[in-house]
């Protein structure tokens, strides 16, 4: 069967948070991350083009020179009141349930298995394009969409690594997503 959906998600570049294991919240990129995006591969034809509503996803877009539509179902992970924290100041106990239980938030906000959920739902919308789609996303997401085409279980997404100004490819043929390593 031919191809019907090639996407191609970009993780954002570095930000000054990611450098110093914050936790995120709506900062730019800093001088890395715009070096990084600077010295990208060329993504090649782009059809539709997406990005997360964050500042520093809509600044990896610009940087590689399209023009996304925001989508909000590509936000990053809801960290809650966690947002801005350094990860050595919470509570190790709590950070041990989200490590370990991907249906618990103890922080307040999105749970892996709620974000596994939206982006589910979010992949499921583009069965139905043709074409090659770019997403430039955040590396939760990008986490998160390679177990659902894996179907692998929700407690292996802190096992995958995804670098900043990444990408990931994936391929819908008909009736499933297979992922695609890149040279």
Known sequence: MSEVVRLTLVSHAMTDAMAAGRFPTDEPLNATGRRQVDASTDLGETGQVFCGPEKRTRQTADLLGV??????????????????????????????IWLTDPTRAPHGGESVLDLIDRVSGWMESLAAHRGRILAVTHPAVIRAAILVVLDAPPKSFWRIDIAPASRTVMHFRGHAWTLRSNP
């Open 67 to 96: 023009q996304p539509v925001i989508e909000s179902k590509l936000a990053d992970l809801d960290c809650g009141r966690w947002r801005g924290d350094v990860l050595g100041r919470v509570l190790p106990a709590e950070l041990a």
